[in-house]
């Protein structure tokens, strides 16, 4: 019975979308994430790196958590599509590293959460737990830019249209960054 749902619906009631690798680079939703993502990123530096006043680190505080929940909707829906179409080359060295950097990703969320609810700040368990929250954090962006770059280079190589790879490929990055300095540019405009 199992199988003959896995058969019908896919992975977990997912079918796997029937489109080809440009197509998917040009996904809304791997926008979405991926320019949320960026965001929490750029927001989560600025509190690393930037000194600032408790008020406005207070602010900064809250848009990056604001921004790192509002994406982790679409980051586990496009997780799920995703890991449905790719589950059959598990194997292969892009998408390991992406195995990884899903898990970094959870790890991240997990530090992420207790440093904005119960933990006080400036206490021994408060640090520690930020610095794994930091670890866990700029881990994911290395390994999810390493998988990435390892998808990107192997859609590039086995599109039969290199121009429309080409082009898909720069739409992702570039809508992602608009994405993300677009929300950067309006923490600061408000902070």
């Not at 896995?6 to 977990?12: A, C, D, E």
């Not at 997912?14 to 998917?24: C, G, I, L």
């Not at 790719?86 to 998408?95: E, I, S, T």
């Not at 640090?127 to 390892?150: K, M, P, Q, W, Y």
């Amino acid at each position: 019975m199992l199988a003959r749902m896995k058969q019908r619906n896919g992975w977990l009631g997912v079918t796997p979308q029937k489109t080809n690798a440009s197509q998917r680079w040009r996904s809304p939703l791997l926008l979405a994430t991926l320019g949320g993502l960026l965001f929490a990123l750029l927001s989560g530096a600025t509190l690393l790196f930037v000194p600032m006043r408790p008020v406005r680190r207070d602010y900064w505080v809250l848009a990056h958590w604001i921004g790192a929940l509002a994406t982790i909707a679409p980051y586990a829906l496009y997780q799920l599509r995703h890991y449905a179409r790719v589950r059959p080359f598990v194997l292969r060295a892009p998408y390991r590293v992406g195995i990884h950097a899903f898990f970094m990703i959870c790890g991240t969320l997990l530090t992420g959460l207790p440093l904005v609810t119960p933990l006080v700040a400036g206490t021994r368990l408060y640090t520690i737990v930020d610095l794994a929250h930091i670890f866990f954090g700029f881990v994911f962006v290395l390994l999810v830019s390493a998988h990435l770059a390892l998808v990107g280079a192997y859609t590039l190589a086995q599109e039969p249209n290199a121009a429309a790879a080409r082009s898909a490929v720069r739409h992702a990055l570039i809508g992602m960054s608009l994405i993300a300095l677009a929300l950067l540019y309006a923490t600061i405009r408000s902070s």
